[in-house]
């Protein structure tokens, strides 16, 4: 499943560079749950975070000449560049100013409008091999990657003691690395 990935990414990359329409088309309906993920993780405002998504496929466009596949994966180049983008938002003095003028009610992200990032998982193969996992270890991981639960949050709701949080996201994610070798 990876080696198609990473067919899918050898292609892709040459057409975004053409500057085809077609190319952008395909990297967002196939990336931009993810990357809507990673910025939303950072900055918890919907309305920013959609913002800064589109923000982050600019930068992606205007910069995939210095993408060096001997580097990294596509997909991860762009969870840096949303990451940094998202990062340097919090930073700036427009956010820091809208957080101090903001109520509660603007603070507070209401779970059903998450973006869902379901389909992007299943893209890259990734639904699958957690299934794969032992059942507790499995869960553990769906609880963080896919409902976006922190390990605290976990042991929390759930009633597990945090080691055992943290051994059990360590023996799936350690399981997972070794299925991608």
Not at 17 to 28: D, K, P, S, V
Request: charged content about 25%; overall charge negative; proline content about 2%.
């Amino acid at each position: 499943m990876l080696n198609v990935i990473a067919d899918i990414e050898r292609r892709l990359v040459p057409m975004l560079i053409a500057g085809e329409e077609e190319a952008f088309t395909l990297l967002y309906d196939n990336y931009s749950a993810m990357l809507f993920g990673v910025i939303s993780r950072v900055v918890d405002d919907y309305q920013e975070a959609q913002n800064l998504l589109q923000d982050c496929f600019i930068k992606i466009w205007k910069n995939i000449e210095s993408f060096d596949e001997e580097k990294g994966r596509l997909a991860t180049w762009m969870i840096n560049i949303a990451r940094h983008t998202a990062i340097d938002f919090t930073r700036s003095k427009h956010f820091s100013q809208k957080r101090k003028n903001q109520n509660l009610d603007n603070l507070v992200f209401p779970v059903a409008e998450r973006i869902s990032v379901r389909h992007v998982e299943d893209t890259v193969g990734l639904r699958q091999l957690v299934e794969k996992l032992p059942g507790s270890c499995r869960e553990v991981i769906e609880w963080m990657y896919f409902e976006g639960y922190t390990q605290q949050e976990i042991s929390e709701n759930f009633n597990i003691p945090l080691g055992t949080v943290k051994t059990r996201a360590r023996i799936a994610l350690m399981e997972l690395k070794n299925a991608f070798s």
